[in-house]
């Protein structure tokens, strides 16, 4: 039975196409009739692999350097290096030639001393300068007899030291610098029939120019006194210089 039906079927099938085919144009069915809803998108395909390497380029021509460009801001310095090893001593040099000769240099000098001459008068006025009349040593012409004042030329300090004969008065003087008194001394009279003795010094720094004398200090105290056999003595001289030009006078 079922062999029969498959004839059957494809003979009906032809006869319908022989009909379909024998109607006019207008009679067939519009072809926008017969079209579906459109399907909906298909989901992205998987991505696909790796291309194969493409062949190198071929190499382009050289082109001409380029002209420099401008110079770049300095850096910052870099950190101070670990210091390196001492390095081995080096051979001795030639000697030099030897220097000029220079000059001697000669540590400056000052020193004077003057006594009184044997029965000089005395000034007997307040303030008046004792006049050492008889000078023993003046080397330098420091020391002024006319007017028994020293007068300094080379700064620096100084010792001055005055001996009085005292006999049959009191006596007071002043040793002075400039205008004022640097040291006092004074020897009472105590009715002794021998002479006595009335000494004292001091130290004085000085600059050029400065005085330094022996002065009375009261007109009624005026007892130096000198002899064959005694001396009153002003006496002075240079300890150190203050010039620092030279080791010398250091």
């Known amino acids: ?29 519009p072809p926008s009739l017969c079209t579906g809803h459109p399907g909906t998108p298909g989901s992205s395909g998987a991505p696909g692999g790796p291309g194969l390497p493409g062949r190198d380029g071929r190499d382009g021509r050289d082109a001409a350097p380029g002209g420099a460009g401008p110079k770049g801001d300095a ?6 290096g670990i210091r390196g090893l001492v390095g081995d001593r080096g051979d001795p040099g030639a000697k030099g030639e030897g220097g ?52 300094c030329k080379v700064p620096g300090l100084y010792y001055f030291a005055v001996h009085a004969t005292v006999y049959r008065a009191s006596l007071q003087f002043d040793l002075m610098k400039n205008a004022h008194a640097a040291a006092s ?49 002003f006496t002075g001289f240079l300890v150190y210089s203050d010039w620092k030009n030279s080791a010398v006078f250091a």
């Open 1 to 29: 039975m079922t062999s029969l039906l498959h004839p059957l079927l494809l003979f009906l099938l032809i006869l319908l196409q022989v009909h379909l085919s024998n109607q006019s144009g207008d009679d067939l069915i």
């Open 185 to 233: 001394y004074f020897q009472f009279f105590g009715n002794w029939d021998k002479p006595a003795a009335l000494s004292g010094g001091s130290l004085l720094h000085l600059a050029p120019g400065d005085q330094v004398w022996v002065q009375m200090a009261l007109s009624e105290y005026s007892g130096f006194y000198s002899s064959a056999k005694t001396d009153s003595t």
């Open 100 to 151: 000029k000769a220079g000059e001697c240099a000669v540590a400056p000098k000052s020193a004077f001393s003057a006594k009184l001459s044997e029965g000089r008068a005395l000034p007997l006025a307040v303030g008046e300068a004792v006049g050492f009349d008889e000078v023993t040593i003046n080397e330098q012409g420091d020391y002024d007899a006319g007017t028994g004042r020293f007068t």
């Open 75 to 80: 850096g910052n310095p870099g950190e101070a």
